[in-house]
DNA sequence: ATTAGTCTAGACCGATCAGTCTATTTTTAT
DNA sequence: ATAAAAATAGACTGATCGGTCTAGACTAAT
């Protein structure tokens, strides 16, 4: 095995695939495509991957990492208050969405050019998704809420909204609105009185349980 | 021209185009699938809407209607109050996302899966997702907000993140925590002073204008 | 120098795609 | 009843798809 290409052919063309995948859709984008922009040969491509379904597998693994990275590294360095570590996560997103080659997130966008009954697609990304949100949960219960589940699952109604707005829109400032909207959320939690916190929570575990 | 049948072949294509795009993905699916599902001849297909992809601009159509049809008729003929109209949204929202064919927003779903760059499929959805906010934005103003601007993004982010999860979770629940969510919203808008109303207006209108 | 492993270029395959066309039948209007 | 219009089934085309395969070139480590 070599010790480490500058760029390995397998880090080319899953940087390829990544960028290809979001810019212009995973069916519309075809191998030939990917191994243009890779500079890689065809056989390369299944040599490491096999298939596109696999390569696409993988493309969702770096996806995750870039969110398990923010929650597991960048903002629990911070030293800062639980809230304005949940706070810093909009700012995250927001350089996510100012880069060059922000076209979405693969998850969702996957999720919504395939099959949605009992496909793969939406069971991976699905398992990715809950793994996410239960950082974000933790996340949240760290900043003391009256009712952790139901503020996790409004920041990410917030979250998914401002991705998908960043990816119509082209502007990263949608990260910025879901933050302000994000401390309305986290405002109202703190002064609203516990009466209604059993039928919220009740309706956000029945949304995490689907 | 023919008086009016059960349902035209131009609606039941209309209807298996609309129901197959969002719930297999536009690419994936193929012609023959839609006339399979439609019960309708291929040629038919091609005299009435000439190739796939006006289908497609004929199911955008539609989907706007709906939008339309619920700012324009079903909220307005609500007899109560302006705040209340736009929680009201979330409810119909909440009806859409329970429908058994229900896969998600096609204009979303499409952006998702065309070419990021100069492609017919942003200019068509953003336009008409355009409209909507417009019309989101006036359902704001009649409220009073102190900021309808910054409201009418905000709540944008709670609708399309509402919508997106509803697709990948399956559950019409997500409406419910978007309608907490923009309960919030509404509450602190209210509450809030106007001293950093300009500042959030700006980064509003910077964001309307991409 | 040799050998094994990796990469490249590109021909090739079967399948599927959007779209065309023809021939036939059904529907509709008069 | 008849003629025009609309819908049918399905063969067909050229292009493109994901994936396979071969032959040769490059790059190590021994």
New binding site residues.
């Given amino acids: ?3 480490e ?1 500058r760029t ?3 880090e ?1 063309l899953l940087l390829a695939a990544r960028r290809l995948f979001c810019r212009a859709g ?10 243009e922009e890779a ?10 991957y ?6 696409l597998k993988a493309v969702f693994d770096t996806e995750a990492n870039m969110w398990f990275h923010w929650f597991d590294l960048d903002l629990p360095h911070l030293k800062c208050s639980p809230r304005e570590r949940i706070l810093a996560l909009f700012d995250l997103l927001e350089k996510w969405f100012a880069k060059e080659d922000f076209f979405g997130c693969v998850f969702i966008n996957a999720v919504a050019e395939h099959e949605k009954d009992s496909r793969w697609v939406k069971d991976v990304a699905g398992a990715y998704r809950d793994q996410i949100i239960d950082r974000l949960r933790t996340l949240v219960g760290e900043s003391g809420a009256t009712d952790p589940d139901m503020v996790t699952q409004k920041l990410g109604l917030l979250i998914e909204g401002a991705i998908v707005t960043a990816m119509v829109t082209q502007n990263s400032q949608a990260a910025y609105i879901a933050r302000l909207a994000a401390e309305d959320v986290l405002r109202c939690t703190e002064c609203v009185s516990p009466e209604n916190g059993p039928t919220s929570s009740a309706a956000a575990a029945a949304l995490e349980s689907t």
Avoid: D, F, P
Avoid at 39 to 48: C, F, K
């Fill in positions: 095995m070599t010790k290409a390995s052919t397998e080319k995973i069916h519309a984008t075809g191998i030939t495509r990917i191994l500079g890689v040969a065809r056989g390369s491509l299944y040599a490491h096999g298939s596109k379904e696999n390569l």
